[in-house]
Nanobody
């Protein structure tokens, strides 16, 4: 059973940076599509970024150029480096695992099979 534990969230001002981490266990990490989605109060969940088993990444248009997703297969850890943060980036960020791979093409959160409890990111203006 896949277990995903996020960390690294916090409060920053506009323009700041954070790096999120996701420790994964219970499944073959390097063979899955992995990604991040976020959920802000009063809004629907929205995809942020994903990376497939070949290392190919995809980003949502609203984070492209500011966020970078990468993974360490040795430690089964997924990362999200977030730079030039904006208030609109505020929300709970969830790490996601998708064995089927659809999330790596669509960034649609309903495609993922497992996700963690999330870590809160708050960006103030």
């Amino acid at each position: 059973q896949a277990q995903l534990v996020e960390s690294g969230g916090g409060s920053v001002q506009t323009g700041g940076s954070l790096r999120l981490s996701c420790a994964a266990s219970g499944y073959p990490f390097s063979t899955y599509c992995m990604g991040w989605f976020r959920h802000a109060p009063g809004k629907e969940r929205e995809g942020v970024a994903a990376i497939d088993s070949a290392g190919t990444s995809i980003y949502a248009r609203y984070v492209k150029g500011r966020f970078t997703i990468y993974q360490d297969n040795t430690n089964s850890t997924l990362y999200l480096q977030m730079n030039r943060l904006e208030p609109e980036d505020t929300g709970t960020y969830h790490c996601a695992a998708d064995p089927g791979g659809a999330y790596c093409y669509t960034l649609r959160p309903n495609a993922v099979a497992a996700w963690g409890q999330g870590t809160l990111v708050t960006v103030s203006s």
